[in-house]
């Protein structure tokens, strides 16, 4: 918005100081003005005549001496400090503006580096800090605080332009895969039209579900869904009951332990998340029966739900390969898929855990990935207990169980958006 030019804060500012400094100058001179005006008479005093001035008695006379005592008048105090008044007003008033035009100066320095700083961040140039020297105080904390801005904008704009980046990737290999099987289609006319038409549904069917995961990314980080009453606990056994036959396929047992757990939250996102937990815990472990019907073990998960201190916690544990703890902590960003987790079959996109922690951090929750000692991985997500179930002789460290029923219409036969 354009705006007329006006004063700079330094100028106010020196103003401000020379003003400050005139005024106590006028009420100190103010004070001796009327200190001296108290004791000195109102009137001039008569003038002596010629043998008063001159007329003393002999010394040894023994006669009294008129002595006459002629002070100043308010008169003389005009003409004498009126003036020395002046020059004093005129001496604070040169100094309040040199001085304050530097004190002003000094003081906003720190300002000057960080509009300069803001300059640049507007320019597009992020990795800029201020890194404001000197003890804390109002400056400082808005050095820091522009400095913690400007690092988390721009950790946000390298994964929006890596997120972008892999989108753009991904999307573009079964478009690609597509083209590929409609060309060779038009070159052999004598190709299987079935087999093609299997094998561009599934290329479809993938690029489907990846557009479906990134809309609901997207839903998730702009947290624009209604809260309502939840409970975790349901989520879970609706996730675990849908996946069911995906885990029999896999010769997988699903153990369940799930106590009551409210929430606040978006109940097809709640919904989501549980699913992606499940799912990712199912495709994820031991290798099922072979081709010749062999196990390599039998592979667990384990779902539970509770209340735990002042949250409420959902927990997806799983055996499986061991993890190294470094790509354990990618795990959650997007596209990112451990070389040794990913199998043939139900591997999804690369989508799952990020929306999983997109969903978590939109109710203002934790999620925890830890790997297992035996191999496999624990994922946990706290999200906050509501307010009207916390109680506050609660042990953190103990799991609480809230006996009241509540009031939550179950989500009907539902059918959530393949696993991602």
């Given at each position: 918005m354009a705006r007329a030019p006006g004063m700079s804060a330094r100028l106010k500012l020196t103003f401000s100081y020379a003003g400050i400094v005139m005024l106590a100058g006028s009420l100190l001179i103010a004070v001796a003005w009327i200190f001296a005006l108290r004791w000195l008479p109102d009137h001039d005093p008569p003038k002596p005549s010629p043998?008063?001035?001159?007329?003393?008695?002999?010394?040894?006379?023994?006669?009294?001496?008129?002595?006459?005592?002629?002070?100043?008048?308010?008169?003389?105090?005009?003409?004498?400090?009126?003036?020395?008044?002046?020059?004093?007003?005129?001496?604070?008033?040169?100094?309040?503006?040199?001085?304050?035009?530097?004190?002003?100066?000094?003081?906003?320095?720190?300002?000057?580096?960080?509009?300069?700083?803001?300059?640049?961040?507007?320019?597009?140039?992020?990795?800029?800090?201020?890194?404001?020297?000197?003890?804390?105080?109002?400056?400082?904390?808005?050095?820091?605080?522009?400095?913690?801005?400007?690092?988390?904008?721009?950790?946000?704009?390298?994964?929006?332009?890596?997120?972008?980046?892999?989108?753009?990737?991904?999307?573009?290999?079964?478009?690609?895969?597509?083209?590929?099987?409609l060309d060779a289609a038009r070159n052999d006319a004598e190709r299987d039209t079935d087999r093609l038409i299997d094998r561009l549904h599934v290329v479809n069917t993938r690029a489907i579900d990846l557009t479906e995961a990134l809309l609901l990314l997207s839903r998730a980080n702009q947290r624009s869904f209604a809260r309502e009453e939840a409970d975790l606990s349901l989520m879970a056994e609706e996730a675990t009951e849908t996946l069911l036959p995906l885990a029999e396929r896999h010769d997988l047992l699903i153990e369940t332990s799930c106590a009551v757990a409210p929430a606040i939250g978006s109940l097809a996102l709640l919904l989501q998340l549980a699913t992606n937990l499940v799912h990712n815990a199912?495709?994820?472990?031991?290798?099922?029966?072979?081709?010749?019907?062999?196990?390599?073990?039998?592979?667990?998960?384990?779902?539970?739900?509770?209340?735990?201190?002042?949250?409420?916690?959902?927990?997806?544990?799983?055996?499986?390969?061991?993890?190294?703890?470094?790509?354990?902590?990618?795990?959650?960003?997007?596209?990112?898929?451990?070389?040794?987790?990913?199998?043939?079959?139900?591997?999804?996109?690369?989508?799952?855990?990020?929306?999983?922690?997109?969903?978590?951090?939109?109710?203002?929750?934790?999620?925890t990935l830890t790997p297992r000692p035996g191999g496999g991985l624990r994922v946990t997500v706290r999200l906050p207990l509501p307010a009207p179930y916390r109680t506050p002789t609660a042990d953190a460290s103990e799991t609480r169980y809230v006996p009241t029923a509540l009031r939550l219409a179950r989500i009907g036969p539902s059918h959530p958006s393949s696993p991602t």
């Amino acid at each position: 918005m354009a705006r007329a030019p006006g004063m700079s804060a330094r100028l106010k500012l020196t103003f401000s100081y020379a003003g400050i400094v005139m005024l106590a100058g006028s009420l100190l001179i103010a004070v001796a003005w009327i200190f001296a005006l108290r004791w000195l008479p109102d009137h001039d005093p008569p003038k002596p005549s010629p043998g008063q001035m001159t007329a003393m008695p002999a010394p040894g006379s023994g006669a009294n001496p008129a002595i006459l005592i002629l002070g100043p008048s308010r008169s003389d105090l005009m003409r004498g400090f009126a003036p020395a008044a002046a020059v004093a007003l005129a001496f604070l008033l040169l100094l309040g503006l040199v001085g304050g035009w530097f004190l002003a100066g000094r003081m906003l320095a720190p300002l000057t580096r960080i509009t300069d700083a803001t300059r640049l961040a507007a320019t597009g140039s992020l990795a800029h800090r201020i890194e404001l020297e000197g003890r804390t105080d109002e400056f400082r904390e808005l050095a820091d605080t522009f400095d913690t801005m400007l690092a988390r904008l721009e950790a946000h704009v390298a994964e929006q332009q890596r997120f972008a980046s892999n989108a753009s990737h991904e999307l573009r290999t079964p478009l690609a895969i597509t083209q590929s099987l409609l060309d060779a289609a038009r070159n052999d006319a004598e190709r299987d039209t079935d087999r093609l038409i299997d094998r561009l549904h599934v290329v479809n069917t993938r690029a489907i579900d990846l557009t479906e995961a990134l809309l609901l990314l997207s839903r998730a980080n702009q947290r624009s869904f209604a809260r309502e009453e939840a409970d975790l606990s349901l989520m879970a056994e609706e996730a675990t009951e849908t996946l069911l036959p995906l885990a029999e396929r896999h010769d997988l047992l699903i153990e369940t332990s799930c106590a009551v757990a409210p929430a606040i939250g978006s109940l097809a996102l709640l919904l989501q998340l549980a699913t992606n937990l499940v799912h990712n815990a199912i495709v994820h472990n031991l290798p099922g029966k072979g081709s010749e019907g062999t196990t390599s073990g039998q592979g667990m998960i384990w779902v539970s739900t509770g209340i735990r201190g002042d949250d409420v916690e959902l927990s997806v544990e799983n055996t499986g390969d061991k993890l190294a703890p470094e790509l354990v902590a990618t795990l959650t960003e997007p596209f990112q898929r451990g070389t040794e987790r990913v199998h043939t079959d139900h591997a999804g996109v690369g989508l799952g855990l990020a929306i999983v922690d997109s969903i978590t951090r939109a109710h203002d929750g934790a999620l925890t990935l830890t790997p297992r000692p035996g191999g496999g991985l624990r994922v946990t997500v706290r999200l906050p207990l509501p307010a009207p179930y916390r109680t506050p002789t609660a042990d953190a460290s103990e799991t609480r169980y809230v006996p009241t029923a509540l009031r939550l219409a179950r989500i009907g036969p539902s059918h959530p958006s393949s696993p991602t």
